[in-house]
Nanobody, 123 residues
């Protein structure tokens, strides 16, 4: 089994920055691609960003391109999401996920999920 634990969420003003972290433990050898998703109240859980093992490949939702950066440290089994120029519409619970796929971008590609960390951006 794999456990994913997110941290780094909080309250920030529009234009500010936050860095989310996700630590993986357990059978981490089964994880190839990792990603971040977010879910705003009353909305679907949407893809934000993904990264392959070794960090060779990354992908982003159009809504965060140029503002968010995903990275990972495979030695520490940790993935990060640097979020800059935050907007009120970025407010959501952010979930870390792990997959056996190289560069997953869909919820159904993910085998493991964290419990989420809340990001609130005030205007």
């Amino acid at each position: 089994q794999v456990q994913l634990v997110e941290s780094g969420g909080g309250l920030v003003q529009a234009g500010g920055s936050l860095r989310l972290s996700c630590a993986a433990s357990g059978r981490t050898s089964s994880i190839y691609g990792m990603g971040w998703f977010r879910q705003a109240p009353g909305k679907e859980r949407d893809f934000v960003a993904a990264i392959s093992r070794g960090s060779a490949l990354t992908s982003y939702a159009d809504s965060v391109k140029g503002r968010f950066t995903i990275s990972r440290d495979d030695a520490k089994n940790t993935v990060y999401l640097q979020m800059n120029s935050l907007k009120p519409e970025d407010t959501a619970a952010y979930y870390c996920a792990g997959s056996g796929s190289t560069l997953p971008a869909r919820k159904q590609d993910m085998a493991y999920w964290g419990k989420g960390t809340l990001v609130t951006v005030s205007s």
